[in-house]
Structures are given as structure tokens and as C-alpha cells.
């Protein structure tokens, strides 16, 4: 490491800032995506990167190399996240309002905040043998699995399972003992696998996954209520965060379906695209009036084998995190 790099106060200043760009550049998507896994919100994600690289750099002058670079940013921004966990002004649940009123949930979700992460967002180019893993550990399910952890058995599973780091490297960010780890790790572990679906899902970008995600597009479009509940699994899920209500199995999306497919549900268009390693659409409604499209929602789907066991469908703010517009003309 250069002594530029690792004394901010000397030489010029846009050496020392290309010095720790050039330090904590290569870390910083991963950084984001590990925030967001512990978070489950790509802006408070953003927030506390943000936090970990100005701490970074204050800190910089007493890094002593005793652990590598990279494990000593997710100390920093792991703790990061737990500070913004225990803060008391966490976001409560606040949607757009629904032009008509569900029918009764299955149950309401216990998952505060949730959103989704484009795909863009994530490493463009993970080793062949990481590919698997890092789709599993980005996708909703594994999310939302780990929001409803306590905040230091979330971030164990995380550091241990999926960044890979030592039980010691773990203990040592969470100021704990090897052992208090192990223990969490257990509990956490069992929790999580709970979540993952029955089937894995085709590839992505397979013909298989187009075939599924077409054909859920063709019926949603004229909101073919039989088509699209045969296209669920019996345990299926339908949700809509930050609202709280939840629909599971085939009756019960029969419902929410029925309902929300209301009389003069205007023309629709779809865009697809891809968040947590899943298949997505933004859908656009077209008003008859002016003739303008506009967004009423990302939908991310997960499939199961040849079926798709949950749909979840975001806030059309969300869009610009996609680089997607809130009207097409």
C-alpha cells in the first residue's frame, strides 16, 4: 500500500484521493450488495457505503495490514449496517394508495422493508463456481429470510456463508466469541433454508425461463385469472411491499387477482428486466386519454421448476434504480 494511500493528510490531496480510490474501488459493488442483504433496502444500502467509505478514509492512517482490505471494510460497513438496524427511525411500511381495496390477505407480511436490487447493480463477471451461490444469496426468498433474523445472526450467516470469511474474522467484526458465532450460525441456517424453494429455477436466460416469464406476461396482460393460477405453484405467494398484505396458494390469488384485474384496467406494456437474479417487468398502464404510458409497478418473479412459486410486485419509484422512466410516450 502506498504511503499516500495510507496517510490522507500528506502529499496532494488528488493523489490521496485517487490512492484510495484505487484502495477501496475494486470492493465497493460487493460492498453494496452485502449492505443491501443485511438491510433489504437498495437506498439504505447506498447510505451505508456512503458511511463505510468516509470511515475508511478517516480511518485509513491507523490500518495496520493486519487483516486484508477487504475484510476490513465489511468490519466497517457491517457495523454500519447494524447501526442503521438498532436506529429507532427505521422506514415504516408507506405504498401507493390502490385504486381498488384488496380482498383478505392470508396473512400480513412480517418484513417492514423490502425492495428489490437490479441485477446491473451486482458483480457483471462472479467466478463460474460462485455463480450459483451468488444467485441464491441475492434472491428475495434468501432476503427476506434474512430480514426477519435478529440483526447479529443475520450479519454472521452473512459474513460466514456467503462472504466466506473466517469464524474468527466473523467474531472478531461482531465482538464476540468463535463459539457465540456457531451457535448463531446454527439458528440462522435453519431459518434460511426454510425459505429456499421446493424446485430450483431454470437457468437464467434460459428458453425454459422466457417460456414461463411470456407466458405469465401474455396472461397478465387481459388478466387471464385461470391462466395465471395455473402458472402458480399450489404454495404460491403474491405480495406487494411496503404493504403488508400477503396471498398464498391458488385460492387466494384466485382472489387478489379477480379483484385487482378491475373493470377498465387499461392497456398494458411491460419491460423486462432482471433484479436479484430473478426475471422482472416494469408494467406500464396506458392512459386513454393522453395516450401516455404510465408505471404502476416492477414485478419480480420466482420461479419453481417449470412454475412460478412467488410474485412480488414494487413501487413504481423504484424504476429509476433500473434505469427505467416513470411514462413512455
Same mark, same amino acid.
Given at each position: 500500500?502506498?504511503?499516500?494511500?495510507?496517510?490522507?493528510?500528506?502529499?496532494?490531496?488528488?493523489?490521496?484521493? +485517487? +490512492?484510495?480510490?484505487?484502495?477501496?474501488?475494486? &470492493?465497493?459493488?460487493?460492498?453494496?450488495?452485502?449492505?443491501?442483504?443485511?438491510?433489504?433496502?437498495?437506498?439504505?444500502?447506498?447510505?451505508?457505503?456512503?458511511?463505510?467509505?468516509?470511515?475508511?478514509?478517516?480511518?485509513?492512517?491507523?490500518?495496520?495490514?493486519?487483516?486484508?482490505?477487504?475484510?476490513?471494510?465489511?468490519?466497517?460497513?457491517?457495523?454500519?449496517?447494524?447501526?442503521?438496524?438498532?436506529?429507532?427511525?427505521?422506514?415504516?411500511?408507506?405504498?401507493?394508495?390502490?385504486?381498488?381495496?384488496?380482498?383478505?390477505?392470508?396473512?400480513?407480511?412480517?418484513?417492514?422493508?423490502?425492495?428489490?436490487?437490479?441485477?446491473?447493480?451486482?458483480?457483471?463477471?462472479?467466478?463460474?463456481?460462485?455463480?450459483?451461490?451468488?444467485?441464491?444469496?441475492?434472491?428475495?426468498?434468501?432476503?427476506?429470510?434474512?430480514?426477519?433474523?435478529?440483526?447479529?445472526?443475520?450479519?454472521?450467516?452473512?459474513?460466514?456463508?456467503?462472504?466466506?470469511?473466517?469464524?474468527?474474522?466473523?467474531?472478531?467484526?461482531?465482538?464476540?466469541?468463535?463459539?457465540?458465532?456457531?451457535?448463531?450460525?446454527?439458528?440462522?441456517?435453519? +431459518?434460511?433454508?426454510?425459505?429456499?424453494?421446493?424446485?430450483?429455477?431454470?437457468?437464467? $436466460?434460459?428458453?425454459?425461463?422466457?417460456?414461463?416469464?411470456?407466458?405469465?406476461?401474455?396472461? &397478465?396482460?387481459? !388478466?387471464?385469472?385461470?391462466?395465471?393460477? +395455473?402458472?402458480?405453484?399450489?404454495?404460491?405467494?403474491?405480495?406487494?411491499?411496503?404493504?403488508? &398484505?400477503?396471498?398464498? $396458494?391458488?385460492?387466494?390469488?384466485?382472489?387478489? &387477482?379477480?379483484? !385487482?384485474?378491475?373493470? $377498465?384496467? $387499461?392497456?398494458?406494456?411491460?419491460?423486462?428486466?432482471?433484479?436479484?437474479?430473478?426475471?422482472?417487468?416494469?408494467?406500464?398502464?396506458?392512459?386513454?386519454?393522453?395516450?401516455?404510458?404510465?408505471?404502476?409497478?416492477?414485478?419480480?418473479?420466482?420461479?419453481?421448476?417449470?412454475?412460478?412459486?412467488?410474485?412480488?410486485?414494487?413501487?413504481?419509484?423504484?424504476?429509476?434504480?433500473?434505469?427505467?422512466?416513470?411514462?413512455?410516450?
Amino acid at each position: 500500500m502506498s504511503e499516500a494511500a495510507r496517510r490522507p493528510g500528506t502529499g496532494t490531496e488528488r493523489r490521496d484521493d +485517487a +490512492a484510495f480510490a484505487d484502495l477501496v474501488g475494486p &470492493f465497493r459493488r460487493e460492498l453494496q450488495v452485502h449492505c443491501y442483504r443485511l438491510l433489504g433496502s437498495l437506498q439504505d444500502a447506498e447510505e451505508a457505503v456512503q458511511e463505510t467509505l468516509l470511515s475508511a478514509w478517516q480511518g485509513l492512517p491507523s490500518f495496520e495490514g493486519r487483516s486484508s482490505v477487504r475484510t476490513w471494510l465489511y468490519r466497517i460497513a457491517t457495523r454500519k449496517c447494524l447501526d442503521h438496524l438498532r436506529a429507532a427511525d427505521r422506514r415504516v411500511r408507506v405504498g401507493t394508495p390502490l385504486r381498488v381495496e384488496p380482498p383478505e390477505p392470508s396473512r400480513t407480511s412480517e418484513v417492514a422493508w423490502l425492495q428489490p436490487y437490479p441485477d446491473d447493480l451486482m458483480d457483471p463477471a462472479p467466478r463460474p463456481d460462485d455463480v450459483a451461490v451468488t444467485r441464491e444469496a441475492t434472491s428475495l426468498a434468501f432476503v427476506r429470510a434474512l430480514q426477519l433474523l435478529p440483526p447479529r445472526q443475520r450479519a454472521a450467516l452473512v459474513l460466514r456463508d456467503v462472504i466466506e470469511l473466517r469464524a474468527a474474522e466473523v467474531a472478531a467484526i461482531l465482538e464476540t466469541t468463535e463459539e457465540s458465532v456457531t451457535s448463531a450460525l446454527k439458528r440462522a441456517r435453519a +431459518a434460511v433454508a426454510a425459505a429456499r424453494p421446493a424446485e430450483p429455477p431454470p437457468p437464467p $436466460g434460459s428458453a425454459e425461463e422466457r417460456r414461463i416469464v411470456d407466458e405469465w406476461l401474455d396472461a &397478465f396482460s387481459t !388478466m387471464d385469472v385461470p391462466r395465471l393460477v +395455473a402458472l402458480l405453484t399450489e404454495d404460491a405467494w403474491v405480495r406487494m411491499p411496503p404493504l403488508e &398484505f400477503e396471498y398464498q $396458494g391458488r385460492e387466494a390469488a384466485t382472489r387478489f &387477482f379477480t379483484v !385487482m384485474g378491475r373493470p $377498465g384496467r $387499461g392497456r398494458q406494456r411491460y419491460v423486462v428486466t432482471r433484479a436479484n437474479g430473478q426475471p422482472a417487468f416494469a408494467a406500464y398502464e396506458r392512459d386513454a386519454v393522453t395516450g401516455v404510458w404510465h408505471a404502476r409497478g416492477l414485478h419480480v418473479m420466482t420461479l419453481a421448476g417449470s412454475l412460478v412459486s412467488e410474485v412480488t410486485r414494487f413501487e413504481p419509484a423504484l424504476l429509476a434504480y433500473f434505469g427505467m422512466p416513470r411514462t413512455l410516450d
